[in-house]
């Protein structure tokens, strides 16, 4: 079967990755905390997805090596999702892409972001390519 999101996730691809000392930094996050978070209470779920983003957003980052860092969780949300069992957490972890979607500074990524989440909510998630990240577009 075809995958309806590789040129979703192409046009957004590696285009705002750029060599810096402060892209050698990993991103502060783990999808394994994320799919715990996202496997009980929505409430819980919310509570991790927020704390992500504002550990990203406290290192004062340029904006595209944080919409860059945000990608990365994107990919690692639908990580999650293609693995979740249940529909419940599915949808919570539908709403950590939008979270991370109105985080993002780049209207491109933020587009592609949302896109996803609705295939996501629509339990689409396996249909999804991560391979290439959701990063910011060049600026």
């Known amino acids: 079967?075809?995958?309806?999101?590789?040129?979703?996730t192409l046009?957004?691809?590696?285009?705002?990755?750029?060599?810096?000392?402060?892209?050698?930094?990993?991103?502060?996050?783990?999808?394994?905390e994320l799919e715990a978070g996202c496997a009980g209470a929505a409430s819980?779920?919310?509570?991790?997805?927020?704390?992500?983003?504002?550990?990203?957003?406290?290192?004062a980052l340029a904006p595209e090596q944080l919409n860059t860092r945000l990608g990365m969780l994107a990919s690692g949300i639908i990580t999650a999702a293609q693995t979740?069992?249940?529909?419940?957490?599915?949808?919570r972890l539908a709403g950590a892409?939008?979270?991370?979607?109105?985080?993002s500074t780049d209207a491109a990524q933020?587009?592609?972001?949302?896109?996803?989440?609705?295939?996501?909510a629509r339990g689409n998630a396996s249909r999804i390519?991560?391979?290439t990240a959701f990063s910011a577009s060049p600026a």
């Open 11 to 32: 046009a957004v691809g590696l285009s705002g990755i750029a060599a810096g000392p402060s892209f050698a930094q990993t991103a502060r996050f783990d999808i394994s």
């Open 129 to 131: 390519d991560i391979i």
């Open 84 to 91: 979740s069992p249940g529909t419940s957490a599915v949808q």
């Open 44 to 59: 819980e779920c919310q509570a991790v997805i927020v704390r992500m983003i504002q550990q990203l957003q406290a290192d």
């Open 1 to 8: 079967m075809r995958n309806i999101f590789a040129p979703i």
């Open 110 to 120: 933020t587009a592609s972001i949302r896109s996803v989440a609705q295939e996501v």
């Open 97 to 103: 892409l939008r979270a991370v979607a109105a985080a």
